[in-house]
């Protein structure tokens, strides 16, 4: 079955860095999109970057942009996210989502796989 393991979340200071990484099995990663998303209680999932796995194109929402690149590595059927210059309103539970689809996506519907998250806190 597929599978999406969620790893490199915890605790950084402002201004740190962080890279979340994504490991997928039990589907043929190069048919699929994967991307990123963010959520805090009491908010709906936030959209933070998707990537093809088949062609390498990407999208990046709001949330995203300047601070954060999403990369995949075909070989290890990963994706990550490069989290850098982290405020404390990044403060979230990081999803990687999967699909079997032609072309990215930022809209959660369109992605039927989920990890299980990993917390991301940023404190002082």
């Known amino acids: 079955q597929v599978q999406l393991v969620v790893s490199g979340g915890g605790l950084v200071q402002p201004g740190g860095s962080l890279r979340l990484s994504c490991a997928a099995s039990g589907f043929t990663f190069s048919n699929f999109v994967l991307a990123w998303f963010r959520q805090t209680p009491g908010k709906e999932r936030d959209f933070l970057a998707a990537i093809s796995a088949r062609n390498g194109g990407t999208y990046i929402g709001d949330s995203g942009r300047d601070r954060f690149t999403i990369s995949a590595d075909n070989a290890k059927s990963t994706i990550y996210l490069q989290m850098n210059h982290l405020k404390p309103d990044d403060t979230a539970v990081y999803y990687c989502?999967?699909?079997?689809?032609?072309?990215?996506?930022?809209?959660?519907?369109?992605?039927?796989?989920w990890g299980q998250g990993t917390q991301v806190t940023v404190s002082s």
């Open positions: 989502a999967a699909n079997e689809r032609n072309q990215v996506s930022g809209m959660e519907n369109r992605y039927d796989y």
